[in-house]
């Protein structure tokens, strides 16, 4: 079944705060425990790729009750709210130029926060289907011609390599090509090592004995494939190891208010580094938090692009501070410097 917020129900559209909160949890301990994996729970309304998870109020409470949980409707409705991911995919386009998009004032003035205030941006599917309808290009409806690019939605195509990975691992790039109707360079190519190259992380982390490159013999890929795949599995261990960390940083700072509850993303920079950004609250003078394995913590300026362009130098400038007297300070120590705005330094720790 689709997840989306379907028409009349974002009043018990509810976050992953909400949930902990209904069962009487703090948002870390929750993420600890994550009863929300428990055979049986309501699966949540977002998309599969979203950061900011959701679920339907009526469905968890009934679910935590004992009650039989009422289904949600299944027939799209033009008020149905999509995220971006939805949107993107009625849109026929991919989440990033979505994001292009989403400026244009025919969609910008109908988006809608979950929750209402600096949640995550949602627009109803008549909203999308009129700009689609609309949309400058090659013969109606405009974008792309039927029958080039992508044949399927964006958000769909790694799980449908997926499956065809799982069925024979020694499947070619055209082969996935052509049975999914989607392009062979970059769209197969990069969906089918990246999904080899987290199979070998899965692998490694079960059998640590194992190197990537033997990871990859074991799984039976194809010996063309290897290194590649190795070098995404290493990149994947290494944000894997990263992240503990920084999740827990992000609950300690949402428990305390001053930052959005969010499951954190972590970034390999081009000259692989690690990267991530938290989002803060209204009520702080920086608009985001962003952790740089070199660096440490940092606020940023823009919540849009937090991260910004890796130049191999550390940000500096009006409004970014380096918080923290490490590159992995405890929750406590980033907390106390962000509330001081007298603390913390111009430049990163040497």
């Known amino acids: 079944m689709k997840k989306m917020i379907r028409a009349g129900r974002l009043k018990y559209a509810q976050t992953m705060a909400d949930l902990a909160a209904q069962l009487g949890m703090p948002l870390g301990t929750f993420r600890n425990k994550k009863p929300h994996t428990q055979e049986g729970h309501p ?3 977002s998309s599969p790729t979203s950061r900011a998870l959701l679920w339907d109020s009526e469905q968890t409470k009934a679910f935590h009750a004992g009650r039989p949980v009422p289904a949600l409707p299944e027939v799209d409705d033009e008020e149905d709210l999509l995220d971006r991911h939805e949107a993107a995919a009625e849109l026929g386009v991919s989440p990033a130029s979505w994001n292009k998009y989403k400026s244009d004032p025919k969609l ?11 949640g995550t941006e949602h627009w109803p599917r008549r909203v999308v289907r009129g700009y689609k309808a609309d949309r400058p290009g090659r013969g109606a409806g405009g974008g792309r011609r039927t029958g080039s690019g992508d044949m399927i939605p964006r958000d769909e195509i790694l799980p449908r390599i997926a ?6 691992p020694t499947i070619t790039l055209t082969e996935v090509a052509d049975t999914l109707g989607i392009a062979k360079f970059p769209t197969a190519q990069a969906g089918l090592a990246q999904l080899r190259g987290r199979r070998i992380a899965d692998l490694v982390e079960a059998t640590p004995e194992l190197t990537p490159l033997e990871a990859a013999e074991r799984l039976g890929y194809p010996t063309v494939t290897h290194r590649g795949a190795a070098a995404i599995a290493e990149a994947e261990l290494r944000i894997r190891r990263a992240r503990p960390y920084l999740q827990q940083v992000a609950d300690a700072l949402a428990e305390a208010g001053v930052a959005e509850p969010v499951q954190v993303e972590v970034r390999q920079l081009a000259g692989e580094n690690l990267a991530a950004a938290v989002p803060l609250t209204a009520s702080q003078t920086s608009p985001v938090l962003v952790w740089d394995e070199r660096y440490g913590w940092r606020t940023a300026t823009s919540r849009r692009h937090p991260i910004g362009k890796d130049t191999g130098t550390p940000p500096e400038g009006e409004g970014i501070r380096y918080l923290g007297s490490s590159t992995r300070p405890q929750p406590a120590e980033l907390l106390e410097q962000l509330a001081d705005r007298r603390k913390g330094s111009k430049h990163p720790r040497a």
């Open 43 to 45: 699966a949540p309304i």
């Open 108 to 118: 910008a003035e109908h988006v809608v926060l979950v929750p209402e205030e600096d």
């Open 163 to 168: 499956e065809l990975l799982d069925t024979n």
